[in-house]
C-alpha cells in the first residue's frame, strides 16, 4: 500500500517564483498527511503556455533553479513534477539549446531514474502539434532523441525505480499526449508497461475544452485496463493563454485502476491536495469505483466562462469594467456574468441608443441593470453620430496635383458603422479608462465566423468572452444562469424572445420582427461544420449533401429546416457562397485585431484557428457540382429539359 | 549537357487553379526554349502560408486534381515541382488524413522515383517549426516515416533517376529548410550525394527576412562545394501571410556549380523563367561564376516593403488608401510608399489636428502632401474631442442596487488618448469607407513593443506596413526615398530633424523640444535585444552587460551612450524595469489586437513571435544583481561606503 498526493495545484504561467512556492507548500502538506509519493502537473514550475518565453536562456535557469529548490525539498517523500530540463550542451532543431518537457522524480534530495536512461529525468515522447499546442516548436521529444543514440524509442521508454515502505515501485512517467496515443505509432503506457512499470503517471497540463474529460476517461480507462496497471493523472488548475485564445484548466485529475475504473478524483476547477492509499498489488483495487460528474452539458459552460472571466480579471489587473448593453442577449449575458464575478458595483453597464434603438431595447437594458444592481448609465451617442456624419460629408479634399477639389459621401450602411465604433472606441473606452477598467466584447462565435462585427467597434474590448459559443449556446447559458446561477430573472424574458438585431437602421428595426441576417438555426450549424469540424467542411462537401439530401443529418440542424429556408438550389448556393465569402475573406481581417477569446469549445478562433488572409476559394469540384444543380433546377432558356 | 528552366513564379496562396494555370504556361514556355527540365518552387500549386486550410479535405483533393494536370503536361519534359501529397489511407500524428509536403517528378505524363521509395514522389525531411514556420503541423516528415519502414531516413533518401538527353540523371530532390541542415543531425544534401544524386534540386516556398539570402549563399555554397554537385535553388515570389504577419516571397532562385560558386540567379521580387545550359560532367563549371547583389541594404528594405505594400493590396482588393499624417516620419514615410505604389491620386493625405498641434507640423503635412502630389484633407479634430470630454464627463451613473449616483473624471493622460482613438476610429475609419479602401497603420517597431500606441487608435489599420522597423530603420528608408527613389525631397528635410512627439498634450509640444518619452538611439537597440535575438535577451542579461561594462557593445548602440544617459544603477534600472514591464505586459495586450505586420527583419511581431498575456517577470537572478548594484551605488542611510 502507497500513500499518495495528487497535488492539483493552479500554475501561474511565466512564474517560476510563485509555483514553486505553491509546490513546496504542498510538499509539506503532503509529508504532514503521511504521502510517500506528491505528484506535481506538467511543466509545474515554468507553466506551459508561454509563447517564446522559452528563447529567453535566463528564463531556463531560472527554471532550473526553482527546479533544484523542489528536489532539495524532497526529503523523507517523493515528488513527481514537470519542468523544463535543459541540455546545455546540445542543440534543438533550430539551433537554440535544447530543452525537453520533462518530468523529474525526486527522493531525499535526489534525482531518481538516472540508471536506465541518457538522463535523471523522464522527457515527452509524444508533442502534441494540432490545435493550440505548440510543443514542437520548443521541446525535443524523445522520438528525436532516440535516434541520436541509435536505439528506438521503444528501448528508451523506461520506468523510474523509487523505494517506497521497503518495497520497489517502477513508476511508468508519462507527460500528457503521451496518454493521448491513439493516433501515434508509439503507445507509450503500454510500452512502460511491456518495460515493467507497476504503476502509470501522467503528468499533464491539459487545457479544457468541451467534452475532453468525457474522452480522456474513455481513453485513459482503456489504457489503464489495457496494461493491468493503475494510473494517476495529475492536470493543473488555473488560466493559461496564448496570446489571441485563452484557456482555463480544469485539473479533475483522476486515478484509475488497473481494471480501468474510476478510483478517484479532484473536482475540477478548484486547487487540491488529494491523498489516497494505493494497494498496488491489488493494483489499486482496494478502493471503490467512482461515478464522475459528465461535464459537457451547459452547466460546464458556465463554469468555464465564470472561472476564465475570473482568473483573466486577476491576471491582468481588471478590477471594474463596463459593458455596452443594447437590450439583446449577448451584451445581456457580459453582463450577468461580469457581475457574478465582480459584483454589481464594479460593473458599469452602459445603454448607448441612437435614433435607430426602439423604446423596447432601452426598456430591456434598464431592466437587465435593475435586475443586476449594477452601475448603470444610458449616453446616447447620436450628437456624435450627428457630427461625424456631418463633418466627413463636409470634408474639403484638395489634389495637390492639380488643385481640383473633391467630396466624399456617407451613405447609410457607413453610418452603421460609423455608430458601433462611435459607441466602442468613442464612449466605451473612454468610459472604462474613466472608471478604471476595461470594457468588454460580446461578440459571439456565429457573428465572429462571418465578421458580422464592426472592427473597433462592437468588436472590440479587451476580452471576448462570449466569442466561442454559438448564438443558440448564448442562449441556453443566459437560460441558466436565470434558473439555477441566480434562480431568478435576471436577463429579462423578453430579451430573449425579441428578434437579434443590431438596431443600426431602419432595416433592423426590432419592433417591426426586423433583425440580423443570420438565421441561427442554420447557419450555427452550418458555420460550426467550417470551423470547428476536425475534418473542415466547405462548400464542395456542403453542396454535396445538399444534393444528396442529407445536409441536415450531416450539420445537425432540424430536420426539413433547409427546404423551408431555400426555395431552390439556386437560392441554396447563393446564401452558402455569401457566408463561405465573408467566413474565408473580410472576417479574417477581421479576426486578425479581434480580442482575445476565451475557449469553450474544441475549436476557437485564434492561436488554435490558424488562418491567412488568402480569401475565398471553391475547389473545381464544387464548380462542377454547383454548375449540375444550377442546370437541373434553372435549364437554359431555349434548351427544354425533356427533349422535344 | 541539360537545359535547365528554373520557374520562379508568384505563387498564389490558396489558389490551386491559378498557380497551375500559371505552371502550365511556364511549362509551355519551357519547352518552347528547349528546356530538358523545369523547376518549379516548393508548394507551388497550393501555396505555402494556409494557415489550417490543410485540414480541408476537398482542398486537398482539389490540389491532387492539379497536380495531375501538371503531371499530364509533362511530355517531353521533365518537371519538377512542389504539392501535397496526401496518403488517404494513413494517418498524421493529428489523427487526420496523412499529408506530405512533396516534391513530385514528372515526365512524359507519368511519376518518376517510385522504384527506390515507398511513394512515387519525394517528402521533406526537416520540417522548420520555428519563427513563422508550422510544418509540423500539417506535414508528416520523413524523419517520422522511416521508422514506420524500420529503415533509417538516410537510407530513404534516394535520388530519383530521369532520362534526359540519352543519360540517366539522378535527382536529389529536397525541399526548402532540408537545405538548412547546419542545426539538424541529418544533412539530407549530403546524404543524397552519397546516394549517388548528380545534381542537388532545392525546391524552396522561403519568406524574405532581411541578411536571409546572404546566409543562404553561405550555407548553399558551402553544401554544394561539400558535395561537388550543382545544387539549383528555385523559390517563389509574391505574398503570402499567416494572418498576423505578412511576408513577401523575393525568389532570387540560384544555381550553384559543384565548386560552390554561383552560376546563375533570377532578379529578386519578380517572376522569371530563368534557362541554363548545365554541363554536369563538368559539374556545372562551363558556366562563368557571378557575383549577387549584397541585399542586406535601406535600398532593399524599400524594395520589400514596396514589393509587400502592393501585393497586399492587390490580394485584399484594396486601390484607395487614407493615410493620416501628423508632420512627423512615420507617417511621411508611409505616404511616400502608398502614393508610390498606388499613385499620388488614390492617396488621401489628412491631417487631424487638435489643440495640441502645432504649426509646424502642420504645415510639415501640409508639405508633405504637395510634394507627392497626393489628394490632401485636413479634419480638425477638437470639436469631436471636445464634446466626447463634456460627455463623458457628464455621464451620470446610477447605482441600480441603492439609487446613488456618480460621476467620472476625464483626465489629461485620457484626453490624449481620446484624441488618437478620434482620429483612427472617427474620421480615418469613416473616410475609407467613404474614399472606398482602407486606412493605413504607420506605427513602427520600437513603438509596438513598448506598446506606445493607442489601441483603437493609432494602432488601427489594415496594415501596419512599417512595424517590423525600428525608428532609426524609419528615418534611414524616408531619407533613402527622397534620395534615390524620387530623387527630391518628398519628406520634407524639416521632418527628419524635428523631434519625435506624438503631440497629444502640451508636454509633448514638437517646438518647444518635447516629445516622445523613448529615446530611440538606445532604445531601439535594447529592444531588439529583447525581441529580435535568436537567445532572447532579458533584464538579467542587460543588468549583467551594464554591470560588466560590456552593454554597448553587446547592444550595438553608439559607445559611451548609457552613461550619457543614466547617471547611475538607480537610473539604468528605472528604465529598463519601466520598458520591460511595457514589452511583456500593456503592450502584448495591444498587439492581440493589432493590424497585420508586414514582415522585413529575422523577427517579426505577430506569428513570428508568440506571446501570452502572462505579464512582465524578473528571474532571480536578476533581484540577486540588482539589489547588488543598488547596494553598491546607494549605500543604507547610516552605512558609509568607505569606512569612517
Not at 452547466?299 to 439583446?328: C, N
Request: include cysteine; hydrophobic fraction near 40%; charge should be neutral.
Amino acid at each position: 500500500m502507497i500513500t499518495i498526493a495528487l497535488a492539483q495545484m493552479e500554475v501561474i504561467p511565466g512564474r517560476p517564483d510563485l509555483n514553486a512556492a505553491a509546490m513546496l507548500a504542498m510538499i509539506d502538506e503532503a509529508r504532514g498527511r503521511q504521502a510517500d509519493l506528491v505528484i506535481f502537473p506538467e511543466m509545474a514550475i515554468p507553466g506551459y503556455l508561454l509563447g517564446d518565453t522559452w528563447e529567453q536562456q535566463a528564463f531556463l535557469r531560472d527554471c532550473e533553479e526553482y527546479g533544484r529548490s523542489i528536489v532539495a525539498a524532497s526529503h523523507g517523500i517523493c515528488v513527481i513534477f514537470g519542468n523544463v530540463a535543459v541540455d546545455w550542451d546540445k542543440r534543438g532543431d533550430d539551433g537554440r539549446v535544447r530543452k525537453y518537457n520533462a518530468c523529474f522524480v525526486a527522493q531525499d534530495g535526489v534525482l531518481r531514474g538516472g540508471d536506465n536512461f541518457p538522463y535523471p529525468f523522464r522527457i515527452k515522447t509524444l508533442h502534441p502539434n494540432y490545435r493550440e499546442f505548440d510543443d514542437t516548436r520548443h521541446f525535443f521529444s524523445l522520438r528525436k532523441l532516440a535516434p541520436e543514440f541509435d536505439r528506438r524509442t521503444e528501448d528508451l521508454l523506461q520506468p523510474v525505480a523509487v523505494a517506497i515502505g521497503g518495497q520497489t515501485v517502477k513508476l511508468g512517467c508519462i507527460l500528457c499526449e503521451d496518454g493521448w496515443s491513439d493516433d501515434y505509432g508509439l503507445k507509450p503506457a503500454a510500452i512502460l508497461h511491456a518495460n515493467g512499470a507497476d504503476l502509470i503517471v501522467n503528468i499533464s497540463s491539459s487545457p479544457f475544452t468541451l467534452g475532453k474529460n468525457n474522452k480522456r476517461n474513455r481513453v485513459f480507462s482503456k489504457q489503464a485496463l489495457e496494461t493491468g496497471r493503475p494510473l494517476i493523472y495529475v492536470n493543473n488548475v488555473g488560466l493559461q493563454d496564448n496570446g489571441k485564445t485563452v484557456y482555463t484548466f480544469d485539473g479533475f485529475s483522476t486515478v484509475y485502476d488497473g481494471g480501468g475504473r474510476i478510483i478517484a478524483y479532484c473536482p475540477p476547477f478548484a486547487p487540491a491536495l488529494h491523498v489516497i492509499g494505493l494497494d498496488l498489488a491489488r493494483r489499486g483495487e482496494n478502493l471503490p469505483p467512482l461515478t464522475v460528474p459528465d461535464d459537457r452539458g451547459i452547466d460546464t459552460i458556465y463554469e468555464t466562462l465564470r472561472y476564465g472571466i475570473a482568473k483573466f480579471l486577476a491576471r491582468t489587473g481588471i478590477e471594474r469594467v463596463v459593458v455596452g448593453i443594447s437590450g439583446g442577449i449577448d451584451s445581456a449575458l457580459a453582463a450577468a456574468l461580469y457581475a457574478r464575478v465582480l459584483g454589481p458595483d464594479n460593473v458599469l453597464l452602459v445603454n448607448l441608443p441612437s435614433v435607430y434603438n426602439s423604446a423596447t431595447t432601452k426598456g430591456l437594458a434598464e431592466q437587465l441593470a435593475k435586475n443586476l444592481g449594477c452601475l448603470y448609465a444610458v449616453v446616447p451617442i447620436q450628437e456624435a453620430v450627428d457630427l461625424t456624419v456631418r463633418q466627413l460629408g463636409g470634408v474639403d479634399i484638395v489634389s495637390m496635383r492639380d488643385g481640383s477639389r473633391t467630396c466624399l459621401a456617407v451613405t447609410p450602411f457607413m453610418v452603421e458603422n460609423i455608430q458601433a465604433r462611435d459607441r466602442s472606441a468613442r464612449v466605451l473606452a473612454g468610459l472604462a479608462a474613466a472608471f478604471g477598467g476595461g470594457f468588454t466584447c460580446n461578440a459571439n462565435k456565429s457573428e465572429l465566423t462571418v465578421g458580422y462585427a464592426t472592427l473597433y467597434g462592437d468588436q472590440a474590448g479587451f476580452l471576448a468572452a462570449l466569442a466561442d459559443l454559438w448564438k443558440h449556446q448564448v442562449y441556453a447559458v443566459g437560460e441558466y444562469i436565470n434558473t439555477t446561477v441566480y434562480g431568478r430573472e435576471v436577463i429579462p424574458t423578453a430579451i430573449f424572445n425579441i428578434v437579434p438585431s443590431a438596431e443600426l437602421s431602419p432595416e433592423q428595426a426590432v419592433d417591426e420582427g426586423k433583425g440580423d441576417p443570420l438565421i441561427y438555426p442554420y447557419h450555427d450549424y452550418l458555420f460550426r461544420a467550417f470551423m470547428e469540424w476536425w475534418n473542415r467542411a466547405t462548400p464542395e462537401d456542403i453542396l454535396a449533401w445538399y444534393a444528396a439530401g442529407v445536409l441536415e443529418a450531416r450539420l445537425g440542424c432540424a430536420p426539413g429546416l433547409v427546404p423551408r429556408l431555400f426555395p431552390n438550389a439556386a437560392a441554396f448556393i447563393a446564401d452558402l457562397e455569401k457566408w463561405w465569402r465573408l467566413y474565408t475573406g473580410m472576417a479574417v481581417a477581421k479576426r486578425i485585431q479581434a480580442p482575445p477569446v476565451l475557449a469553450v469549445s474544441r475549436r476557437v478562433y485564434g492561436f488554435d484557428h490558424r488562418e491567412a488572409q488568402n480569401g475565398p476559394y471553391f475547389t473545381a469540384a464544387y464548380q462542377k457540382l454547383k454548375a449540375r444543380l444550377l442546370e437541373l433546377h434553372w435549364p437554359r432558356p431555349g434548351v427544354p429539359r425533356h427533349g422535344g
